[in-house]
């Protein structure tokens, strides 16, 4: 190391003085400026806790919008589900006659066949129709299970000693 770095070294204080004078200006003023750093950061602290409340709420409530949905939609399905009178895996329905074809109909994907079925009666009662012939359900390699069927306006048949139904 030099002398001039040696004796920059010494002439430098080692400690602080102990004794600070708050009547001292440049006290005060380092003083305020920590307080109110000090008060920056806790108030930053509270409006990032404050943000992030209120968007939990916001997820919360887009949360439950998507279940209520969800649950309405499912309602909805087992209501036109609730319409069809029969469905069939083959092209006829026993004990009905097949008064028109409405159109063949498939459903999406869903966890199971039955959701599948439930779906497709759904979208069958929808286009009109009481019932669904040549019913038939598939899994997907994604794991999820699709239906399809024609979907038909069927009536009773009448049997002996009954009246015949419209």
Do not use: C
């Not at 305020?32 to 920056?40: G, I, N, P, Q």
Request: glycine fraction near 6%.
């Amino acid at each position: 190391m030099s002398t001039a770095a040696i004796s920059l070294a010494q002439s430098l204080p080692t400690s602080l003085p102990v004794n600070l004078d708050l009547q001292d200006p440049l006290v005060q003023r380092i003083v305020l400026a920590a307080v109110a750093l000090l008060s920056l950061v806790i108030l930053l602290r509270i409006l990032g806790r404050w943000r992030e409340a209120r968007a939990a709420a916001r997820r919360r409530a887009e949360l439950h919008q998507r279940f209520e949905s969800v649950r309405l939609q499912q309602e909805e399905i087992k209501h036109f589900a609730g319409q069809i009178v029969a469905t069939s895996s083959t092209t006829r329905i026993a004990g009905y006659a097949i008064v028109r074809q409405v159109e063949a109909v498939v459903s999406d994907g869903k966890p199971s066949s039955i959701a599948a079925v439930e779906l497709l009666k759904a979208l069958a009662a929808q286009k009109g129709a009481n019932a669904v012939i040549n019913l038939q359900t598939q899994q997907t390699p994604a794991g999820k299970w699709i239906a399809s069927g024609d979907a038909v306006v069927v009536k009773l048949i009448g049997r002996r000693g009954d009246a015949p139904s419209q």
